[in-house]
């Protein structure tokens, strides 16, 4: 969705590198979940984050929600082979006419390079 | 451990066939959802379900159908299947307030 931009498209990074993927909306989010993608199979919640300024980790991996909850940052620590796959970001948002959806990024495929 | 599971990981299926794609969650989710995924479009939403027999469009509901009869089981339709409808296929579950459970997806085929 061109509401929610989600950068690189596509990355690849040696082995043992950190990496970023950004995810940004020119709206306010209610809540931004970040998912990974096996090649060719579904996706997989990795964190939540709703509150502007939260920070989340798991094993390798730190997300964040930027204080206006308008951008949030998926960082990856000493990259592994079994990091590689896309990674999509989800993200709650008001409706102009009223409630809320969930849209996604257009996901960023990530290789690692062993 | 909690699953939504999608009847078929592969499906070809001929032009102008009446497709059936199923999903199954077991976590008594109210909301589910029917995603289609292309390259370089992300997840596009077809249509979602946020109650037994209760049924919305999405972004994209051309040419699809929804089936909502029980709980945990949410049908998506391909009335008359399109070359177009080649797709990744991925539906979804959720509470009122929480995020998605995504199944293991349908790659469909249209020839």
């Known amino acids: 969705s061109q509401e929610l931009e989600q950068s690189p498209q596509s990355l690849i990074v040696q082995e043992g590198k950190n990496l970023t993927i950004n995810c940004t909306s020119s709206k306010t989010l209610y809540g931004l979940y970040w998912y990974k993608q096996k090649y060719g199979e579904g996706l997989i919640f990795l964190m939540m984050?709703?509150?502007?300024?939260e920070e989340k980790s798991h094993e390798k991996i730190t997300a964040k929600l930027d204080e206006k909850k308008q951008q949030s940052s998926l960082h990856i620590t000493a990259s592994q082979p079994s990091h590689a796959g896309i990674y999509l970001c989800g993200a709650v948002m008001p409706r102009d006419t009223g409630g809320f959806k969930t849209i996604f990024g257009a996901g960023t495929r990530l290789f690692v390079k062993a | 451990d909690v699953k939504v599971t999608q009847s078929s990981r592969y499906l070809v299926k001929r032009t102008g066939e009446k497709v059936f794609l199923e999903c199954v969650q077991d976590?008594?989710?109210?909301?589910m959802f029917w995603y289609r995924q292309d390259p370089g479009l992300g997840l596009r939403l077809i249509y979602f379900?946020?109650?037994?027999?209760?049924?919305e469009k999405g972004d994209i509901p051309e040419g699809y159908s929804v089936s909502r009869e029980k709980k945990e089981r949410f049908s998506l339709i391909l009335e008359s299947a399109s070359t177009s409808q080649t797709s990744m296929y991925l539906c979804a579950s959720s509470r009122f307030s929480g995020g998605y459970t995504f199944g293991s997806g349908t790659r469909l085929t249209v020839v």
């Open positions: 379900s946020y109650d037994v027999k209760m049924k």
């Open positions: 984050l709703q509150k502007g300024g």
């Open positions: 976590m008594d989710h109210e909301n």
